[in-house]
Each structure stands twice: as C-alpha cells, then as structure tokens.
C-alpha cells in the first residue's frame, strides 16, 4: 500500500465523528469553484490600496485552473480515491473529473499566496483557510495526499508567475 493510501486510510479511521464530519463538509464548499477566494478578490478589486492584488488573485485562479483543469488532469487521467476504494461513504457529493492535481488546493493556495502580498496581516487567516479546505479534500475522500500538495504546488508557482508578470508589465 503506498503513502497516499496510508494517509487515507488513518484519516478515515481517526479524524471522523459528528463534528468534523460537518466541518469539512462546509469547509469544502468554500472552495467549490473557488468561490471564498473569488469574492476575496473582488473585495480586493473594490479597495483603490489593494485593486491591483485583486486583478493578480483573479489572474492567478485562472491560471491555476487552466493549467490544472485543462492540461495536467487530462494527461494525468487519475481516477478519485473513492472510485477505486470501496467501503468508505461519501459525505459530499461525488465530484466528477479526475484526482491530480487538486483544484480546491491550487486556487486556495495561489489566493493565499496573493493575499500575503497584498498585506502581510492577511497570511495567517489565507493560509489557515487555504489548508483547511485542502485538508477537507483528503478527508473527505475526494483526493489523495499527493493530489492536494500538487494543487498548492501549482497555486503557489502561478500566483508567483502572475506576480512576476505584473511586475514586469
């Protein structure tokens, strides 16, 4: 059994009961479609201080999920851990699409990193965010290990390409 299963496996055997069960399963949706991080960046968009950090969070995003979504799914082609693991039950439901890489963990994490830009008082509360709804991706039973830290990966080095090219535009 490789290291994404193991993960896996202890997290459904140990992290779950009514509480966290509802948890991550709200926590989850604030990811869906990267929305939380959508609205962070038109909030960001409204400031005059911060409106360039809100077109880089939004060039990020899509960047992310067009990179992740439209390239590295397809050639990856990695089917959900629920699809080929029988036994546990689903709490949300049943994404479509392939596993790797993670969207909720690429958007939230090139959003977080964006944020820090922006103001350094922002890092804890993005950050946290952003591992929360990654973390619920796993526990949920939707991605592996593997799935969500190569979404952040991604994240972080297309916030940074979008930083880098603002710059220099």
Not at 93 to 98: I, L, M, T
């Amino acid at each position: 059994m490789n290291l994404d299963f193991l993960i896996l496996n202890f997290i459904q055997s140990h992290f779950h009961n009514g509480f966290t069960d509802f948890f991550f399963s709200a926590v989850t949706v604030l990811g869906n479609a990267g929305f939380i991080w959508v609205v962070a960046g038109i909030c960001l968009i409204c400031s005059k201080k911060y409106r360039p950090y809100g077109v880089m969070l939004l060039a990020a995003l899509m960047l992310t999920h067009t990179v992740g979504e439209g390239i590295l799914k397809p050639i990856f082609a990695r089917p959900r851990p629920f699809s080929v693991t029988f036994g546990y039950r689903l709490l949300i439901a049943a994404p479509h699409g392939y596993s790797f890489p993670s969207g909720h963990a690429g958007s939230s994490f090139a959003a977080a990193f964006i944020l820090r830009r922006a103001n350094r008082k922002f890092t804890a509360p993005s950050f946290s965010l952003a591992l929360l709804i990654a973390f619920s991706r796993v526990f949920l039973f939707v991605h592996y290990p593997s799935d969500v830290f190569a979404g952040a990966i991604l994240g972080v080095l297309c916030a940074y390409l979008i930083c880098y090219l603002y710059k220099r535009a």
